[in-house]
């Protein structure tokens, strides 16, 4: 049947049905009444009958594919491509914060469709992961199990609120045909030394006998059973994103993203410019020893402020500068440093912490011998794990050098008019002052400085220009069971990586009962030895499968082509469709993925483009991330704590939602007590949708009596107290009237306004402003009530499509045409007139539109408003301004 001309999927409940329907909903209703309803007799009396027409029109749309977008393409539309980040399916299910993207996407589809556009609006399932495998590990429950159990929660949840996705289209990353292709692509980047194999330090945890992610680590020991972690070198497979940094960073300026969310990326990456320095070591006697350490600096101008060097706590070198007498103290310190995060090694507010290594080396500038320490602020992955420190100039330089004593030196003279404050660094520009020595610098601005250093580093064979990134490359491997399986084999003896054939795609994972850790740092899949074992197609030599699997991200960078064309076994995607769907027009989701997420996946994208399987440059053409909805709170004496448990305290008036704060709202609960409606509506109007929102349950009341009034315009009171309502509806078929036409095109032309800017609060509001003017009618036009349900039905689809069926319609109106507001509609009648006397603002007067001078004036001298001011004067002259203002010149 097409979705376009349908008929009731089953008839509507009689009656007497819909009596005895609300009674069997009390008991599970009992908790709350809705406002604007109530309990009659023992059972509970709705303001509307969601329960019935949300359960209807679900499997109406179900029944009917009604949201399906035709594989074929058809290119007379304009398309809109809407994407929600995709989800990780949990097994706690939903919480109300997870709707509030998803609404905003399903608001602008049905806008879309209704618009005219070929819509895609797709759900899948990022569905690998460590989550799924920790459980099998606590439960025995294999991961396969626990994740096709969440999807199906996740997607029954989805579907009660009425969301109107592709399902047809629906994908999970745990499907082979699925990774099939996100092992294809491994295979191109691969074959394009774009994935490497490299030694790294990973997180390893002795007593667990396993890798741990980072996030996994506390301050140096396991979340699971605070265990101390150490970094210990692997074999891990590498993706070479680097090589696209200066893209990942140019294609930035063409998006239409936030600018937080850029410029976070560009951080991210960390483009810079300056210049690497050689410094030679020093003996104890002062004399070179034959070696040197490479600092990059970016500040090449203040070379003669270095007073002395750092080195991070992983440089190759350390181990080799390190004296005799300062090496346990060395090794102890590297020893705790390695335990942590880099997260934790940077943060700006620890207080510094090194040891110094007993040597030194030569400031080629100075010829001074400054001493080299060891420190965890400097990371071993940026630049040379090596820096010269200038404690004058930078402030976590001059924090290093308080802490330890350590001499500063000002080279760098504040602006005009300022002193250097020796309490903090000085790191501005300004002109170059105590720096004569190898090289004069002195009266030089810091721009100056810094080309002549390195020009002059350059011709003495010490340095060179450099750019550098804080972006390293994609560590691309997970000691994990459940993940993509890597489409490589090692050739025994050598342990070269060879590519398993395309046509044997997808390797598939074998499968296994025991998911623990091996204990030697091997994956579980080490353990499947029958699988492990195996023969290269192109040498015919023994061979082993390559037992690390992808990361949970690897699914996530490319899903969204997948859904143009999910069902095509012979190509990741069909170009045709790709050229007519791509980029992504919309994609919302939360702030927390806008680095990482979105970084990986327009490097594969960046690749696919630059191998002819998409044709474009970027994925995702607008971002839009919608803000944090936080945990109600209540106000005990002096002091806040959780609504839902008032035995822990809270520091604010909100805060966010976790299961382990009790502060979870789960949406099957609103939307039994509310509807789904109610609970789209709510999330929409709480606020701007970009910005944090405080859960208020009683805010939902709110918006459910906004539906029941929008359900009691149309339809009508219930025939008796908490009974049903009648069949029929109050529309009639007389002509509107100017004035409920101009209410009715004002709120057409502001809820259009507000849904293509993503203001839903708003666009909500002019709703309710309509139906307190419309409940005031005496008739109620049906050509008007038609057009205010089209409105509402984006919001509340469910009460807007049994509305547009009481109304007389068969068809569903998700494809109906959206309103269009008439410019004629949107002006008023009458105009205010500010009215002066002899220059003076005495008041104001409402005049017709396009009143002259003298109804002007006659209105003014009709208003008693103005009769102190002209008693007994006379008007020597007006000055009128149609429809501004009116100025009498008065004796």
Partial sequence: MSAMALSWARPPLTPSQLVSYNASLAAAMMRRCCTGGGFHGGARILSYPFPEIEARWQQFWEENQTFHTPDAIDTSKPKFYVLDMFPYPSGAGLHVGHPEGYTATDITARYKRMCGFNVLHPMGW??????????????????????????????????????????????????????????????????????????????????????????????????????????????????????????????????????????????????????????????????????????????PDTLCGATYLVVGPEHP???????????????????????????????????????????????????????????????????????????????????????????????????????????????????????????????????????????WLEKIGLGKKQVNYKLRDWLFARQRYWGEPFPVVLLEGSGEARPVPENELPVTLPEIDEFTPTGTGEPPLAKATSWVRTIDVESKQPALRETNTMPQWAGSCWYYLRF????????????????????????????????????????????LYDIGVVSTKEPFQCLVNQGMILGEVVKIGEGYVLKHDQSIRVSARAHKMSKSRGNVINPDDIVTEYGADSLRLYEMFMGPLRETKIWSTNGVEGVHRFLGRAWRLVVGMPLVPGGSFPDRTLATDTQPSREQLRTLHQCINKVTEEIEGMRFNTAISAMMEFINAATKWNNRPKV?????????????????????????????????AWPKAMEEYLKGDTVTLAIQMNGKTKGTVQVAVGADEAAAVAAVLDDKTFTKFLDGKDIKKSIYVPGRILNLIVK
């Fill in 126 to 299: 990022d569905a690998f992961g460590l989550p799924a495998e920790q459980y099998a590990l606590e439960t025995g429950t294999h991961p396969r199990l626990t994740t096709l159990k969440n999807i199906d929660r996740f997607r029954n949840q989805l579907k009660a609120l009425g969301f109107s996705y592709d399902w047809q289209r629906e994908i999970s990353t745990t499907e082979p045909d699925y990774y099939k292709w996100t092992q294809w692509i491994f295979l191109q980047l691969f074959k394009r030394g774009l994935a490497y194999q490299a030694e790294v330090a990973v997180n390893w945890c002795p007593a667990l006998g396993t890798v741990l992610a980072n996030e996994e680590v506390i301050d140096g020991l396991s979340e699971r059973g605070s265990h101390p972690v150490v970094r210990k070198p692997m074999r891990q497979w590498m993706l070479r994103i680097t090589e696209y940094a200066d893209r990942l960073l140019e294609d930035l300026d063409g998006l239409d993203w936030p600018d937080s969310i850029k410029d976070m990326q560009r951080n991210w990456i960390g483009r810079s410019e300056g210049a690497e320095v050689e410094f030679h070591v020093l003996d104890s006697s002062g004399a070179p020893v034959g070696s040197s350490l490479r600092v990059y600096t970016t500040r």
């Fill in 317 to 455: 070198l350390l181990d080799q500068v390190t004296t005799s007498e300062q090496r346990n103290a060395v090794k102890d310190y590297t020893e705790a440093a390695l335990r942590k995060s880099d997260l934790e090694r940077t943060q700006l507010q620890k207080v510094k912490t090194g040891v110094f290594t007993g040597a030194y080396a030569k400031n080629p500038a100075t010829a001074e011998a400054i001493p080299v320490w060891v420190a965890d602020y400097v990371l071993g992955s940026y630049g040379t794990g090596a820096i010269m420190a200038v404690p004058a100039h930078d402030s976590r330089d001059h924090e290093f050098a308080l802490a330890f004593g350590l001499p500063m030196r000002l080279v760098v003279s504040p602006r005009e008019g300022q002193d250097w404050d020796q309490k903090k660094a000085y790191a501005g520009d300004g002109l170059l002052v105590n720096s004569s020595y190898e090289i004069d610098l002195n009266g030089l601005s810091t721009v100056e400085a810094g080309m002549k250093v390195t020009t």
């Fill in 564 to 607: 143009m064309d999910p069902r095509n076994k012979d190509a990741l995607v069909d170009p045709e469709k790709e050229r007519y769907w791509g980029p992504v027009d919309l994609y919302v989701g939360g702030a927390e993925h806008s680095v990482l997420h979105l970084l990986y996946a327009r490097f594969w994208h960046k690749v």
């Fill in 784 to 816: 008007v009530l038609e057009t205010f349900v089209l409105l509402l039905s984006p919001f509340a689809p469910h009460i807007a499509e049994e509305l547009w069926h009481r109304l007389g319609h068969s068809q569903t109106l998700a494809y109906e």
